[in-house]
């Protein structure tokens, strides 16, 4: 949704002075100063002392919405922005400290302060009028104009913003449609419908057999997740009103069939958890809204209804032509999600036109993308098409093409003056195809060609992890809602600019991250005027993994802290740590490395560290400076003592058929008359065995008790091969422990067609690290392309004491 700033007064410019007035917001007086208040009222400072740096003018009023403060203890204010009491769209700017407090600029798109009038030529019923004409569909009512300025262009002009709500002609999908109009002349200037939608019909559901978080209430589960900020998932029943949340009697959900309601339920609801881990791992989010809040998701909506949308606050899902083909594709749900977290992170969302319409797009394409990635499902691995899964086009071709976006037919894969008068999702081509050269590089990939446009040298990538970093950076602390990719208006709001700064903040100034996002976007033809290098020749950076983890008060959790050299030579970085709980410690072993090399930071805690989540940050230092990562470090409570003891697996021998267990078709089964025969009863799990390439894999989440002393996790394996060789494992079964993100925390064990035996043996496994925790245990087996190799597990036991 692109919503329309809101107007704001907790500061008023007048005649180039800054007062500051009270408001409701500020009422209650915290017990002491947080980081971000006193990064703030630094910025209100700077912003007193110097308005010219946002182009301010007389009669304005300014509200800060959100600061953010990096690990150095640098900030970024973001502040929208009023003119003689009318909210000003484009108006919004970020003010940039240094980790002393110092002024570090800003990211501002007005090009000069604003001198505009505010009487309208034109009237509100003028306007209303106007909106009313402009809408399709059955329009249901129409909203007070309100009168503004538009400086999404860099210059202000007075406008009317008129609300036209009602249905688009399918009379199923909602539509709250924003008409702009030039207060001046009457002339409708712009329009841009708050309602994401995404049109087309699926081949199937998409997921495959995933694991999903429900809640028991009573002896009934419901389809909402407890940990992903309780985000249901309910059924429309066809309709366009009623929603009822899903509920099971076996929290055994769906059959992978459109004929099972709840099958396309499942596909929502992990897309929902995928998309909400993907941005609070990986970039320290807190889900999409930035608040821990899940996104509920609506399935089965209207009828025959081909399309799919978000508004602003949930997701809702059409089930296709005929209701058969729900679009609950992975990358679709990614996509309209990352709406959400533009509109929440840029006050407004990025203008929903031209240019930086095209950079909103490409920001849910990139992000839609990383969460396919971040999922990483053999039944839609991650790739760099758009809605390859739902079929839009009718012959099985993706929407988009983000390593050669032109090859869509209307996307412009290199950027030219006729970018901003295309069509948002057909402008997000440049930015699109920027990303995957930054990630992939250019020429032939393992994810389709990328050509560079005119005589551009190649791109080589830097791989997604870092790209994602840079781009998300970028949007999240410099991108203002008309960033565009070329301003000879304003040349500093570009994303060109901004991407290069985030990519000295995170990896250095000159750095290989920095010319390479040089590189990429000239490769795209989005040239500019960088400001030059200043790196002293040697610089660093540092990375944990995992980025998050979970220990029980009493008890310590690992990770490994890696450098690079990322410019000059390799230099010694030593390691600190800080933000740690009361009563934690941090180790280094070893407390310092040559760049490039690698630590394990062990935080210990005590029984009295308090429970909770922290932002541990982790600095490495060396003579170019220092560099910083964060761990989110949760602690659990002790709770008194062995409370939950006993046997904790569900359906441990499988003799209840295919439940509890999440798996790859025919896993579970009786296969005695198949040649593997069962350690007890009559079911078992047997994975691989086609002689072909294949993976299957079988899991199930448990939960563990704090406070016990025995935690045991045991099964029963046979292996049987026609592998012939003596010395080379060919296929592989891992036994693994995963955190609720799907993060490994462990891998137990590795077994092969080595490990080829006539019977059954037992392994045994100690879970208590994990303790007070839920984790899924795992077993992945691949098979190479030819020879088969069964791994058969049977009787299965989480034994605690």
């Known amino acids: 949704m692109k919503r329309p700033l809101a107007a704001f007064g907790a500061a008023l410019l007048t005649s180039g002075v800054l007062t500051c007035v009270a408001t409701a917001a500020h009422a209650a007086t915290p017990s002491g100063p947080a980081p971000e208040s006193s990064a703030a009222a630094r910025a209100d400072n700077l912003l007193r002392s110097n308005p010219g740096a946002v182009q301010g003018a007389s009669g304005e009023a300014y509200q800060a ?85 538009d400086a999404s262009s860099g210059r202000g002009r007075l406008a009317w913003e008129t609300v036209a709500s009602g249905w688009k002609a399918d009379k199923q999908t909602p539509s709250k449609l924003h008409v702009i109009t030039d207060a001046t002349t009457g002339k409708v200037i712009g329009s841009y419908d708050e309602i994401e939608t995404v049109a087309g019909t699926g081949n199937s559901l998409y997921s495959g057999t995933v694991s999903i978080d429900t809640t028991l209430s009573g002896s009934t589960y419901q389809m909402i997740d407890p940990s992903h900020g309780n985000g249901r998932t309910c059924d429309m029943n066809n309709g366009t009103f009623t929603c009822t949340t899903f509920t099971d009697a076996d929290n055994t959900w769906g059959t992978g069939a459109n004929s099972n309601r709840q099958s396309a339920a499942v596909d929502a609801h992990f897309g929902a958890a995928k998309t909400f881990d993907y941005y609070k791992n990986v970039h320290a989010r807190n889900g999409i809204f930035g608040n821990g809040t899940g996104v509920p998701s609506r399935v089965h909506y209207g009828n025959n209804y081909v399309n799919a949308f978000w508004d602003g606050s949930q997701m809702t899902y059409g089930d296709g032509s005929g209701n058969a083909r729900p679009l609950v594709a992975l990358d679709v749900a990614g996509h309209e999600m990352s709406h959400g977290v533009t509109e929440n992170v840029v006050p407004g969302g990025l203008t929903y036109s031209g240019e930086s319409g095209g950079l909103n797009e490409a920001t849910s394409d990139i992000f839609g993308t990383m969460v396919e990635f971040y999922a990483n499902t053999t039944a839609d691995p991650g790739d760099y098409q758009i809605g390859e899964k739902i079929n839009i086009n009718g012959n099985g071709t993706p929407l988009r093409y983000m390593y050669n976006p032109a090859l869509d037919g209307s996307s412009d894969s290199c950027w030219s003056t006729s970018t901003k008068n295309k069509d948002v999702h057909y402008s997000s081509g440049p930015a699109n195809h920027f990303f995957f050269n930054l990630a992939e590089g250019t020429g032939a990939t393992a994810y389709g060609t990328s050509p560079v446009c005119g005589s551009a040298p190649a791109v080589t990538g830097i791989g997604r992890a870092r790209a994602e970093k840079i781009w998300f950076r970028a949007l999240d602390v410099y991108f203002t809602s008309n960033t565009s990719y070329v301003n000879n208006t304003t040349p500093s709001n570009t994303a060109r600019a901004y991407s290069l700064r985030a990519a000295t903040d995170l990896y250095g100034n000159c750095s290989t991250e920095y010319k390479t996002v040089q590189a990429a976007w000239t490769a795209v033809n989005v040239a500019g005027n960088d400001a030059p290098c200043s790196s002293t020749g040697n610089d660093f950076s540092v990375a944990l993994s995992p980025t998050s983890g979970s220990v029980t008060a009493g008890g310590s959790v690992s990770t490994t802290v890696s450098t690079a050299t990322t410019s000059g030579t390799a230099q010694t970085v030593t390691f600190s740590a800080s933000g740690l709980p009361s009563g934690a410690s941090a180790s280094f072993s070893p407390s310092s490395v040559t760049s490039g090399g690698s630590s394990t930071l062990t935080i210990s805690t005590t029984s009295g560290t308090a429970a909770g989540t922290y932002s541990v940050t982790v600095t490495g230092t060396a003579t170019s400076g220092s560099h910083s990562a964060t761990y989110t470090l949760t602690v659990n409570g002790t709770g008194g003592g062995c409370t939950g003891a006993g046997q904790k697996l569900g359906n441990p021998g499988f003799e209840s058929g295919n439940t509890v267990w999440a798996s790859t078709s025919g896993v579970i089964g009786q296969y005695g008359s198949s040649g593997q025969p069962t350690h007890g009863g009559t079911w078992n799990a047997w994975l691989d065995g086609y002689g072909t390439s294949h993976t299957d894999t079988l899991s199930q989440s448990v939960s563990l008790p704090a406070g016990c002393t025995s935690y045991n996790f045991s099964f029963w394996l046979h292996i049987d091969t026609s592998e012939t060789t003596t010395g080379t494992a060919y296929d592989t079964l891992r036994v693994q422990v995963l955190n609720s993100s799907g993060t490994v925390l462990a891998t137990l064990a590795t077994y092969s067609n080595l490990n080829r035996a006539a019977g059954y043996s037992q392994k045994s496994f100690s879970l208590a690290s994990y303790a007070g925790q839920t984790v899924t245990l795992k077993f992945t087996g691949v098979e190479d392309i030819s020879l088969q190799t069964s791994f058969v597990v049977d009787d299965t036991a989480v034994n605690v004491s």
């Open 65 to 149: 919405v959100r600061t953010k403060v990096d690990a150095s203890g640098a900030a970024h204010t973001r502040y929208t922005r009023t003119y003689h009491g009318l909210r000003v769209y484009g108006g919004d700017f970020v003010i940039h400290t240094a980790p002393d407090g110092s002024y570090a600029g800003t990211s501002v798109g007005l090009a000069a302060p604003l001198t505009l009038g505010t009487s309208a030529k034109v009237g509100g019923p003028a306007a209303k009028a106007s909106a009313r004409g402009a809408f399709s569909g059955s329009l249901t009512s129409v909203g007070a104009p309100e009168l503004f300025v």
